[in-house]
């Protein structure tokens, strides 16, 4: 479903093209609540600003406390810090302190609640009173969660920080990990909108498997050493293919007619290829996968039933796979 980047990063995200949806992590963070309080339980980590932007990691109609925090921006970790945990006149990120006096917290939300008295039922000024709950709890335990330089050097290797092609990609796995452990149900990792190869498909694919390969393998074996694999499920992929036509310069135009994604823990089944392309390699004819199918076969691994899981608004029941989906039991392990 559609041909160009925003409709599809849409799909992809929210299970819609067009219409603004809550993304699949604010469904998780809705379905599951949180493991930790004092973490947010759906971060996003250096997503791209374009293609949709913040609708891709968004709550949409769902409660605001259920969209993402977000670390980072557009593929590059950079400070690897949340914005504005902190007050704009307090540096320190000493473990244990507070930079904010929980007696300011709750003059704030005193205020907040008698507006909301006031005016009635309020989504955002409901959202914005449990964030900043969320702010104060997330300073005491944030920072020690970011810092991945704590990790042991062995850790770091797994991921290639350190090295040039890899540290990037590397810190956003190992960050995501670490996430994973303190108790975040959903992490969405990005890599950047760097694969689009209209021209230069060999030398720019080669680059950007150097620079992903490495973490990826490298975050499914520190799971697995972890004993973490089989409760955390993996995705990865991107909003669609490319065609087996040449296109300009050694390039490749958009494909949505047949791509992969990869799965792997979470109970999702190991050493499989399901479906097939035409002999050309572009449209799926084998064993066909919706995105709906997907998503409902993630929720179902995850613990929730894609069509039980609702949230009603102006005047109907909504949930991800809209009234469609269907759960591959192929990409199921079995007990």
Not at 210 to 231: E, N, S, V
Request: glycine share 12%; net charge negative; proline share 4%.
């Amino acid at each position: 479903r559609g041909q160009s980047h925003g409709q599809a990063v849409g799909m992809v995200n929210t299970g819609s093209d067009n219409l603004v949806r809550p993304s699949v992590g604010a469904w998780v963070s809705y379905g599951l609540g949180t493991e930790n309080s004092d973490l947010p339980s759906y971060v996003a980590i250096s997503p791209a600003s374009s293609h949709g932007g913040p609708r891709n990691y968004g709550s949409a109609f769902l409660p605001a406390i259920h969209q993402a925090t977000v670390v980072g921006a557009n593929g590059k970790l950079g400070s690897g810090k949340i914005a504005d945990l902190l007050p704009p006149n307090v540096k320190s990120e000493k473990p244990g302190e507070l930079a904010v006096d929980r007696n300011q917290i709750d003059l704030l939300q005193r205020l907040n609640a008698e507006h909301l008295r006031r005016s009635g039922p309020d989504a955002q000024i409901e959202g914005a009173i449990e964030s900043y709950e969320l702010a104060f709890r997330m300073q005491r335990t944030a920072p020690d969660v970011l810092r991945i330089e704590d990790e042991p050097e062995h850790v770091q290797n797994m991921y290639g920080i350190g090295e040039k092609e890899t540290d990037n990609f590397g810190r956003q796995c190992l960050l995501a990990r670490r996430m994973a452990e303190a108790g975040v149900r959903f992490i969405q990792v990005s890599s950047g909108n760097v694969w689009d190869q209209h021209g230069g498909l060999r030398a720019g694919h080669a680059k950007n498997a150097m620079a992903t390969d490495k973490p990826i393998a490298g975050l499914i074996g520190d799971l697995k050493q972890r004993g973490m694999l089989d409760d955390t499920l993996i995705v990865w992929g991107g909003e669609f293919g490319r065609t087996p036509i040449v296109q300009g310069n050694d390039g490749r135009d958009h494909n949505p007619h047949g791509f992969t994604m990869v799965m792997a823990g979470g109970g999702s089944r190991s050493g499989y290829a399901h479906g097939e392309t035409d002999e050309f390699g572009y449209y799926a004819a084998v064993d066909r996968v919706h995105m709906h199918d997907l998503h409902a076969t993630m929720l179902h691994l995850l613990g929730l039933d894609h069509q039980r899981l609702t949230y009603h608004y102006a005047g109907r029941d909504f949930r991800l796979t809209d009234v469609y989906g269907k759960v591959v039991d192929q990409l199921i392990a079995k007990a």
